[in-house]
């Protein structure tokens, strides 16, 4: 009697995730990873590193007519935001494998939205567009712009879902906005405050106005200096001694003429239209 050895038969190996799991609603299964129609039976494990929640794994073997085995190894957990997007390794080991057979999964789990945040997105050719980006699986399907104060919306102003479009900048659009996203877990809003100070269509009149202040300042501070320069050699040419020759009468002139000078200089120092101290110098 010939006794025949079975001969190896390679498992068939596939990942095959389970129906999204909510974060908040209990644990479940999250994947199954499956060696199918080994012979012998396959042996098969996980490598979750990266999960930072409780896990669970179950097995189940079955065993095929054709004197095969099909190996189930379920992975079940209780969902956190933190396990989305991590990935979890299936790695099977078998005798007719030269290597160990690894097959990834990168985890979705479905949530409600978890926060906001409202950013510009424009460039300098393009109308200002504010983004409302909403952390949340699956995305957002409905948005809402609103008011604080309860105000209708500008014509100015055109929601576009998640954007906020401006088709133009004014004061009468100042104030806060309320982005609201929802998706069929919950709902979460986020706030803009708009702030656009003097619109274009003035600036150039505002800048005007401010240059022409500070003309008349200047006006004004120079007839000051200038009455005050003068009373000041009034009163020190009455105290000067008189000269004997013109010599002397020369060197005093010029003393004054230095003074008056460096008067000028220090004037147009603290006006701003001489960037050094060095003008007082003469």
């Known amino acids: 009697m010939i006794l025949r050895t079975p001969s190896l038969v390679h498992p068939v190996v596939t990942v095959m995730p389970a129906a999204p799991l909510v974060v908040g609603s209990g644990s479940g299964i999250l994947v199954t990873c499956t060696a199918a129609n080994g012979r012998p039976a396959a042996e098969v494990s996980w490598r979750i590193d990266q999960l930072d929640g409780p896990v669970e794994i179950v097995k189940n073997t079955t065993q095929n007519p054709n004197g095969t085995t099909t190996v189930r190894s379920y992975l079940l957990v209780t969902p956190t935001r933190s396990m989305h997007g991590r990935e979890v390794q299936c790695v099977v080991n078998h ?16 949530y409600a939205p978890q926060s906001v945040n409202i950013t510009l997105k424009t460039s300098s050719s393009e109308d200002p567009t504010f ?62 405050f708009v702030y656009t100070g003097v619109s274009r269509g003035h600036y150039g009149g ?39 020759d013109e010599g002397q009468q020369e060197e005093l002139q010029d003393v004054g003429q230095q ?24």
Not at 171 to 188: K, M, R, T
Not at 219 to 243: A, C, D, G, H
Not at 264 to 278: D, E, K, M, R, S
């Open 95 to 110: 005798t007719a494998l030269q290597h160990e057979d690894i097959v990834p999964y990168r985890i979705s789990l479905h």
């Open 131 to 192: 983004q409302c980006d909403v952390d949340a699986n699956p995305s957002p399907t409905r948005y809402t712009w609103s008011r604080v104060n309860g105000e209708v919306l500008s014509p100015s102003i055109r929601p576009e879902g998640g954007r906020l479009v401006f088709l133009k900048m004014g004061s009468e659009l100042n104030g806060l906005y309320v982005c609201e996203a929802s998706n069929q877990y919950g709902h979460i809003t986020g706030t803009l």
């Open 259 to 282: 003074e008056e000078q460096q008067d000028v200089g220090l004037f147009l120092y603290i006006l701003g239209f001489c960037p050094h101290v060095n003008c007082i110098s003469g």
């Open 206 to 244: 505002f800048l005007a106005v401010i240059f022409a202040l500070f003309f008349v300042l200047s006006l004004m501070s120079f007839y000051i200096w200038k009455t005050q320069l003068q009373q000041r050699n009034s009163r020190e040419s009455s105290s000067l001694p008189v000269p004997q």
